[in-house]
């Protein structure tokens, strides 16, 4: 039996869709990760309960993050991206959290770039606080060890493929590090990020989404948490294109999930296609109830996803709207990128 809702929220479904599809479904993802890091840091005495922990969000961390301090103790101090919504202030403030929003803004550079100033006039203020750093602490990698059990015992890990959003880096670099390690050595497993155009993590600032930068499997600034080097394939997904997939994944297989599952799920189909032999797992990190207006209501304007499909790139000048694919190879980040990480400073 559980002990606190947040253990409850953070555990999967795994649902077969057909023979060789499979939902990684979540309810809220991150909730696994900061519940790990959290218990981490008590364990090893680098927080004690009654402490504050503080770190910045756009949304669905900061929930993740109030739900394990609410287990353990401790107070939530969160700097909030100007899209933290209503309802999710609402929670935050019925579970004792402190939230600080920045002022509306339309620039997602500027609004990362304003959190991260604040974040450090805070630490300034209060230096006992302990800043969780989601994007670069890999303490958020230790949430996704049973996961990867779990799957390697329903699904095996003989010609799987992983597929999700990239942002921070942790949940599908963590998944694709445990399953492929064995005591009979390195399992068949394969990685494939999903970024929207805009991102930098894989260099395609160049390339800009007409709509939105597709929340939580992107980033304007680089991420200490990305290895570069676990990845094979990536594909770059749209709004539109994330939308189509969206309301397909609802539609035939009832699944109501978020933008980021749709453009997985789009990204899935395609793999599952290319390499007949292989069992392909996507990721659904949320549900689809902050998407009901922005996608869901626009459900008639879906294109069919039989009329979607990616445009094979070598190079990333080659990307274009509103879907491209290009093999990675487990390529390390290039010098540029590695020197962009050095360059956004401590985060």
């Not at 301090?69 to 019925?94: E, F, K, N, P, W």
């Not at 929340?215 to 094979?232: Q, R, T």
Request: glycine share 8%; with cysteine.
């Amino acid at each position: 039996m559980d002990q606190h809702i947040a253990e409850s929220i953070g555990r999967p479904d795994l649902i077969r869709l057909d023979d060789r599809l499979v939902c990684l479904r979540f309810e809220t993802m991150k909730v696994v990760s900061a519940l790990a890091a959290v218990r981490h840091l008590l364990d090893t005495r680098v927080v004690r309960r009654g402490d504050t922990l503080l770190d910045s969000s756009s949304g669905i961390y900061a929930y993740a993050l109030a739900l394990a301090c609410h287990r353990h103790g401790m107070r939530c101090h969160i700097v909030g991206s100007t899209t933290v919504d209503h309802t999710l202030r609402t929670q935050l403030a019925v579970l004792g959290a402190t939230l600080e929003q920045m002022e509306p803004c339309s620039d997602l550079k500027l609004d990362q770039k304003r959190r991260v100033e604040r974040i450090h006039e805070i630490l300034a203020e209060h230096p006992e606080y302990h800043w969780m750093r989601q994007y670069h602490d890999d303490v958020h990698y230790l949430g996704y060890r049973e996961i990867a059990d779990r799957i390697r015992d329903e699904a095996g890990t003989d010609g799987l493929t992983v597929v999700g959003g990239v942002g921070s880096g942790a949940s599908t670099g963590a998944l694709a590090r445990y399953l492929r390690a064995t005591p009979a050595g390195p399992a068949d497993v394969e990685l494939v990020g999903v970024q929207p155009y805009g991102s930098v993590t894989f260099g395609a600032e160049h390339v800009s989404d007409p709509e939105i930068i597709i929340a939580g499997i992107g980033s304007s600034i680089p991420f200490g948490n990305v290895s570069h080097e676990l990845y094979d394939t990536l594909h770059w997904i749209s709004f539109d294109a994330a939308l189509a997939g969206s309301v397909d994944l609802l539609r035939r297989h009832a699944v109501f999930a978020g933008l980021s599952t749709g453009a997985g799920y789009l990204a899935a189909r395609h793999e599952r296609d290319r390499s007949p032999g292989r069992t392909v797992l996507f990721i659904a990190a949320d549900t689809g109830h902050r998407y009901v207006d922005t996608v869901y209501a626009r459900h008639r304007e879906a294109a069919p996803i039989a009329d979607l499909a990616p445009r094979e790139v070598s190079d990333r000048s080659r990307l274009a709207l509103p879907w491209s694919r290009m093999r990675w190879n487990r390529a390390p980040a290039t010098r540029q990128q590695l020197s962009d990480a050095v360059e956004a400073g401590p985060w």
